[in-house]
């Protein structure tokens, strides 16, 4: 396995948004999708608190996707933070 970037199991509901953990050479890099991002990916599904965790692992694969590119690119925010909005 080479990867750059790899991503961990774990998953946080936050207000409007879930924050899942990418590392990139020993480095935790917070990545936050908003549920718009989430709703789209799961074919305009409606996004809860109580169902978010579920439907974020639908799509996961796709979410991790497009961190991976926004880290690579160095899309950072001034927290350092990945935003897929």
Do not use: H, W
């Not at 790899?6 to 890099?29: H, L, M, R, S, W």
């Not at 599904?45 to 692992?57: A, D, H, R, W």
């Amino acid at each position: 396995m080479n990867q750059s970037v790899i991503f961990t199991d774990q998953v946080y509901p936050e207000t409007n948004q879930v924050k899942f953990i990418a590392q990139q050479q020993g480095v935790n890099i917070n990545c936050y999708a908003s549920f718009s991002v989430i709703s789209e990916l799961c074919d305009k599904q409606v996004v809860s608190g109580s169902n978010v965790v579920c439907l974020f692992e639908q799509c996961r694969f796709d979410l991790e996707d497009q961190a991976e590119a926004l880290i690579e690119q160095e899309a950072f925010n001034c927290s350092g933070d990945i935003i897929l909005a």
